[in-house]
């Protein structure tokens, strides 16, 4: 279960970062990749969290 809390919580700094690089101007592209590889991080370890709470 911790593995899926620091996915998470990744997942959310990440969050962040697209926020601030988007009020930035950085590239769509790179504020985009950003975006993807949080809402990956955090819909996995969301997954893995409600996995291991059934196990």
Do not use: C, D, E, R
């Not at 899926?4 to 592209?29: C, D, E, R, T």
């Not at 949080?38 to 059934?54: D, E, F, K, P, Q």
């Amino acid at each position: 279960m911790t593995w899926s809390v620091i996915l998470l919580v990744l997942g959310a700094f990440l969050a962040g970062g697209v926020i601030s690089f988007h009020q930035q101007g950085f590239p769509k592209w790179v504020v985009a990749l950003m975006a993807v590889a949080s809402g990956a991080l955090i819909l996995y370890g969301a997954w893995s969290w409600l996995v291991g709470l059934n196990a």
